[in-house]
């Protein structure tokens, strides 16, 4: 159901629901990486951080978190951080290739610099 929110725009529903999912809950990762998701379409680039570490805290092995923290984390301007969150995406499955393409894009943010 938040899912469905999100994709049609209405993100405070949405996160109403990944916070019902939650209380409902605590050890639901993919609810947290959904709740990242939507704080990173509206924008809320810290937040969205927050709650896919609280997903990969619950969860290690949660590549798509990995990989959408270090997509916030650039964002943010922190690459260095990125690159760590896209090479974990990339050791927990070697076939990502999003992670694949987002590391590449960070290590040439870095040599641009």
């Keep these: 159901m938040g899912i469905r929110l ?19 809950n605590a050890n639901y990762a993919d609810a947290y990486s959904n ?7 509206a924008g809320e680039f810290k937040e969205a951080a927050d709650q896919y570490r ?31 969150y ?5 050791r927990i499955s070697p076939g990502f290739t999003m ?3 987002n590391l590449e894009r960070a290590r040439l943010e870095i040599k641009k610099h």
């Design 54 to 84: 609280q997903a990969l805290r619950i969860n290690p092995n949660f590549a798509m978190a990995a990989n959408n923290l270090g997509i916030v984390l650039m964002r943010q301007g922190d690459t260095e951080e990125a690159i760590k």
């Design 99 to 101: 992670a694949r393409q």
């Design 35 to 41: 709740m990242g998701n939507a704080l990173a379409a």
């Design 86 to 90: 896209f090479s974990r995406a990339l």
């Design 6 to 24: 999100a994709d049609q725009g209405d993100l405070a529903g949405a996160l109403t629901h990944y916070r019902e999912a939650i209380r409902v």
